[in-house]
T-cell receptor
Framework: AQTVTQSQPEMSVQEAETVTLSCTYD???????LFWYKQPPSRQMILVIR??????QNATENRFSVNFQKAAKSFSLKISDSQLGDTAMYFC???????????FGKGTLLTVNP | DVKVTQSSRYLVKRTGEKVFLECVQD?????MFWYRQDPGLGLRLIYF???????EKGDIPEGYSVSREKKERFSLILESASTNQTSMYLC????????????FGDGTRLSIL
């Protein structure tokens, strides 16, 4: 069975600062994918970033980057230069090997304050 | 851009009613998914479909069924709605080639009275 744990139910950050959201996971698969999804208030869930487990290089998308520690089964999301529009629920998710079902964490509600 | 459309943003039904939630995607994706989202529980998979007429139970299928007669449409059915099925329901679709990520609809907030 796959599990995803987000230990921070809520976080806040000042505009323009950097914040890191934590995620740990467990899977018996050797090949798997990790994702961060963002769900703004009353809006659609969208993909922020994804990481393929066999790639050692950490994924980066503009102000969003991950710190993927495979041995520690850790997958944190760093948001640089936080903007008000980054206020959202963030979900960490895992899909393992040929099993394309996503297992989600419970989410972290991030608030960016002006 | 991928478009996943759910038929209703808000829906109110009564206990015991048969409820249909519809989801349509326009990108010829093979896989489609239904989740429910509850505060503090994240997203939980109800059912998913590999392809047309193919379906598999997710983690919480009890009280639900699904139908996928056409590739673009995936329906979630609450056979006899109960108050504990009040929730946000999210549909997603995904292309198999390249192990693409899932794309989500806007969600349907369903209230069972």
């Amino acid at each position: 069975a796959q599990t995803v744990t987000q230990s921070q139910p809520e976080m806040s950050v000042q505009e323009a600062e950097t914040v890191t959201l934590s995620c740990t996971y467990d899977t018996s698969e050797n090949n798997y994918y990790l994702f961060w999804y963002k769900q703004p208030p009353s809006r659609q869930m969208i993909l922020v970033i994804r990481q393929e487990a066999y790639k050692q290089q950490n994924a980066t998308e503009n102000r969003f980057s991950v710190n993927f520690q495979k041995a520690a089964k850790s997958f944190s999301l760093k948001i640089s230069d936080s903007q008000l529009g980054d206020t959202a629920m963030y979900f960490c998710a895992l899909s393992g090997g040929s099993n394309y079902k996503l297992t989600f964490g419970k989410g972290t509600l991030l608030t960016v304050n002006p | 851009d991928v478009k996943v459309t759910q038929s209703s943003r808000y829906l109110v039904k009564r206990t015991g009613e048969k409820v249909f939630l519809e989801c349509v995607q326009d990108m010829d994706h093979e896989n489609m998914f239904w989740y429910r989202q509850d505060p503090g529980l994240g997203l939980r998979l109800i059912y998913f479909s590999y392809d047309v007429k193919m379906k598999e139970k997710g983690d919480i299928p009890e009280g639900y069924s699904v139908s996928r007669e056409k590739k673009e449409r995936f329906s979630l059915i609450l056979e006899s709605a109960s108050t504990n099925q009040t929730s946000m329901y999210l549909c997603a679709s995904r292309m198999v080639l390249g192990n693409q990520p899932q794309h989500f609809g806007d969600g349907t907030r369903l209230s069972i009275l």
